[in-house]
């Protein structure tokens, strides 16, 4: 079993900035991709950007140049840096990584989420 925490939300005006992290624990082989994403209310839970082992990122475009997705291997740590924070930012961010088991399978987790609000 793999458990993912996250913090760093929080209110934040519009324009600030916000840290997110998120630390693996538990049982595993390896942890391949990690990645963020996110929920605002009454929308569906989409994708903000994801993070390979090897340190390739992938940005979804509302957050390009904004926000800045890396990892610390050792720390089997995940961070998200928002820039320039919008309201439409806000939303719960969920922590999500893929983690080869003990028994050399592919298995996803998923954080408990984070609320990040943006005022206007």
């Known amino acids: 079993q793999v458990q993912l925490v996250e913090s760093g939300g929080g209110l934040v005006q519009a324009g600030g900035s916000l840290r997110l992290s998120c630390a693996a624990s538990?049982?595993?082989?390896?942890?391949?991709?990690m990645g963020w994403y996110r929920q605002a209310p009454g929308k569906q839970r989409e994708l903000v950007a994801t993070i390979t082992s090897g340190g390739n990122t992938n940005y979804e475009d509302f957050v390009k140049g904004r926000f800045t997705i890396s990892r610390d291997n050792a720390k089997n740590t995940v961070y998200l840096q928002m820039n320039s924070l919008k309201p439409e930012d806000t939303a719960v961010y969920y922590c999500?990584?893929?983690?080869?088991?003990?028994?050399?399978?592919?298995?996803?987790?998923w954080g408990k989420g984070t609320l990040v609000t943006v005022s206007s």
């Open positions: 999500n990584c893929v983690v080869t088991n003990l028994l050399y399978r592919a298995m996803t987790y």
């Open positions: 538990g049982r595993f082989v390896s942890i391949n991709d």
